[in-house]
């Protein structure tokens, strides 16, 4: 049986252009004895923004399966401006080369087929460890941190699903954004679309090599004017250590 994820009520929007699915979730969540969840429905962005206005938000669950353009669209500016908000992406079916959705701001990604009240709890339980385990790690020595703001290398972790949990505050000097700007969102987003699906591949395979053991390889990431820079990359797959538990990417600028 899923955990129970908390005592307090959860607020969890959902953003669809009709209200089945409102109504489907509404069902859902209800039927959870262990949490309170108040289930909202909005239709654009401006019932969103004024919802948060007075109230704000932990969950929003986005229909991508209908106008997928402008949903990733909106689910962009609203994790955009609301980095406290976990978004759950809703697929017909997905496999790991849809980039779009990836990059969208959702932080996990359920299929029509499998929305049932079991796997939609199970995913909000996830979406809240991973919410809780990014925030507490930013900033969290804070000598550390400063020796990395005068470092030639980007560092950064990434959760398994390679969502940024931290990048090192350098960033900035080499890539033009602070680095509070990345977490939260997909490393896909900052890779040069044609390195992309490659780069996910040898992700999936650095999941299953062993603690330590490196992975190297190359390629071009996006500063803020929309540029490329090329990099050698090192990552390191440390899920089994307890204060890192992702994988910690070591990213250095290429000589020209």
């Not at 400063?146 to 030639?152: D, G, P, Q, R, T």
């Not at 900035?172 to 996910?200: M, R, T, V, W």
Request: proline fraction near 3%.
């Amino acid at each position: 049986m899923p955990e129970k994820i908390g005592t307090d009520e959860i607020k969890v929007g959902v953003l669809s252009s009709d209200g089945q699915l409102h109504s489907l979730l509404l069902s859902l969540l209800s039927s959870d004895n262990d949490t309170v969840y108040n289930v909202i429905g909005f239709n654009d962005l401006d019932s969103i923004k004024d919802h948060f206005s007075k109230e704000g938000l932990d969950f929003l669950v986005a229909d991508f399966r209908e106008k997928m353009e402008a949903q990733i669209e909106l689910v962009g500016l609203i994790a955009k401006e609301n980095p406290m908000v976990t978004c759950i992406g809703l697929v017909d079916s997905f496999d790991r080369g849809n980039l779009q959705v990836a990059a969208s701001g959702v932080h996990e990604i359920i299929t029509a087929l499998n929305i049932t009240e079991t796997e939609i709890v199970w995913r909000l339980q996830v979406a809240r460890k991973w919410h809780n385990r990014m925030f507490s790690m930013i900033n969290d020595n804070d000598i550390y941190c400063k020796m990395l703001e005068y470092s030639n290398d980007i560092m950064v972790i990434l959760s398994p699903e390679g969502y940024i949990l931290y990048t090192s505050p350098n960033v900035k000097h080499i890539l033009g954004c602070d680095s509070q700007e990345y977490i939260g969102k997909s490393a896909i987003e900052f890779i040069h679309p044609n390195d992309a699906e490659q780069k996910l591949k040898l992700f999936e395979q650095l999941l299953g090599m062993d603690e330590d053991e490196p992975m190297h390889s190359e390629m071009r990431l996006i500063n803020s004017k929309r540029e490329f820079v090329a990099v050698d990359v090192t990552a390191r797959n440390m899920m089994n250590y307890p204060n890192i538990k992702g994988v910690i990417v070591n990213y250095r600028r290429r000589s020209v």
